[in-house]
């Protein structure tokens, strides 16, 4: 005689498994979002004491061992799509970035300089927007390209190309912010342009006007 062997749960143990459930979909559709990767910092403290109470719960209560590995199961599937999400996204955008840089590349090697544009390549704004993001940015100065684009799982950070490395370097907000900001402590308030005269002490500008 054949035996069925079936799982019984009770009403709170179902309740707890559809609460998980409602909520990772909810984390999913909200930190696998474009440039909302981040939000996976936010979520490691709380969803670690999490864990380490489901193992408490898991091996200590039998009773309610099978509802808290369901839980689990729900969350460890949840953050696989996130990163699934977050990984295709990138390799995309990644590809999309890499053929404007072959163009680049192609270009310097006819004409022997960067292209003021990318839309001496035949690119549009739009299109690139759509492939890359909207914050992306190209220059030419000094005969030397700079290209760059938004990582696809953060907000500020970005991938800039080094045409002499001939390789992607990631750069992360605070050492843009190094860059950007050379001064040091203390120093942030505006100083006077030293190539601009100043008027000796006691002598009156000229106050005529030229018509």
């Not at 898991?58 to 969350?75: G, M, N």
């Not at 890499?98 to 990318?118: F, K, S, T």
């Not at 993001?133 to 696809?152: D, H, L, M, Q, V």
Request: aromatic share 12%; proline share 4%; with cysteine.
């Amino acid at each position: 005689m054949n035996e069925q062997v079936r799982f019984f749960l009770s009403r709170e143990s179902k309740r707890k498994i559809y609460s998980a459930i409602i909520i990772a979909v909810l984390a999913v559709l909200t930190v696998g979002q474009a440039h909302a990767g981040f939000l996976v910092l936010v979520l490691a403290l709380p969803i670690s004491v999490w864990l380490a109470w489901s193992a408490y719960i898991i091996v200590r209560r039998p009773y309610a061992r099978l509802s808290q590995v369901i839980c689990v199961a729900v969350w460890l599937v949840a953050f696989l799509l996130v990163f699934a999400a977050h990984l295709l996204r990138h390799e995309v955008v990644r590809s999309d970035a890499n053929q404007v840089v072959r163009e680049i590349r192609r270009h310097m090697a006819d004409y022997g300089r960067c292209p003021h544009q990318l839309s001496v390549l035949g690119y549009k704004q739009q299109d690139l927007t759509d492939r890359l993001g909207e914050n992306f940015g190209y220059s030419c100065e000094n005969r030397k390209p700079k290209f760059f684009y938004i990582a696809t799982f953060t907000i500020f950070d970005t991938f800039e190309y080094d045409f002499e490395q001939s390789n992607w370097r990631y750069v992360s907000w605070a050492e843009k912010k190094k860059f950007l900001d050379t001064r040091p402590p203390g120093s942030a308030t505006e100083s006077a342009d030293p190539s601009i005269a100043t008027p000796a002490s006691g002598s009156r500008s000229d106050s005529r006007r030229t018509p």
